[in-house]
């Protein structure tokens, strides 16, 4: 990881679109040459980051997803500047469509979009994949079709499938704003059925994940 100055900082993000900040400063930026900025803090004086910054964090599950198969960004650099106190990463824009948008659009016939989203679920649950940032602002639909994961930071990826309990509790990471549960209210038979046939769940472990979305969105 290299250092740079807080004017070869400036440098870098000259001529850059702001596409998210806070009252904390900037936090994502995107380049004219199609490549994303994005900074990050240590939000506590004593946390878990000191050993493992985030940005560590969203460089190595970048990695590890490109590993399992999962589309997700490519990485360029990653960089320190001190005299902001922020970690910098560097990435090729993951070109796609945001699903609650594509969701959205489709609303007259989402079935078949829900099959695929509730298949591609299923396919990280069985790698291990505890995204829990996971919801329909941060899944891509990507312009051949599949599923791609951006803004990784808070992620686990364990050595087996997820057991019953991570898989419930990242559905309500997925259904958390209420929009995406209105959009799920219409193909959600659709959407448990491809979910239970992808997963490799026994009977008991599917109901359970068809009760906690019935109560999550009801």
Not at 158 to 172: H, Y
Request: hydrophobic share 40%; aromatic share 8%; glycine share 4%.
């Amino acid at each position: 990881m290299n250092s740079i100055s807080k004017e070869e900082y400036q440098q870098l993000i000259k001529g850059a679109d702001i596409i998210e900040q806070d009252s904390f400063g900037l936090k994502v930026l995107e380049t004219k040459n199609n490549e994303m900025i994005k900074l990050f803090r240590r939000k506590r004086l004593f946390s878990t980051a000191l050993l493992k910054p985030y940005a560590v964090r969203f460089v190595d599950n970048a990695k590890k997803l490109h590993s399992l198969g999962i589309p997700t960004i490519n990485i360029k650099q990653m960089l320190w500047c001190p005299s902001i106190k922020r970690h910098i990463v560097i990435y090729e824009k993951l070109e796609g469509e945001l699903l609650r948008e594509a969701l959205i659009k489709d609303q007259e016939n989402p079935t078949e979009l829900f099959q695929q989203f509730a298949s591609f679920i299923a396919k990280l649950h069985e790698k291990g994949v505890y995204f829990r940032s996971a919801h329909l602002k941060n899944i891509l639909l990507l312009p051949n079709g599949t599923f791609g994961l951006i803004d990784i930071s808070d992620m686990q990826i364990k050595r087996q499938s997820l057991n019953i309990n991570l898989r419930q509790r990242n559905f309500e990471h997925i259904l958390r704003y209420q929009e995406d549960k209105d959009l799920f209210r219409k193909s959600l038979d659709s959407f448990l059925l491809r979910y239970n046939s992808t997963s490799q769940l026994i009977e008991k472990q599917a109901e359970k994940i068809e009760q906690t979305i019935k109560h999550i969105i009801s």
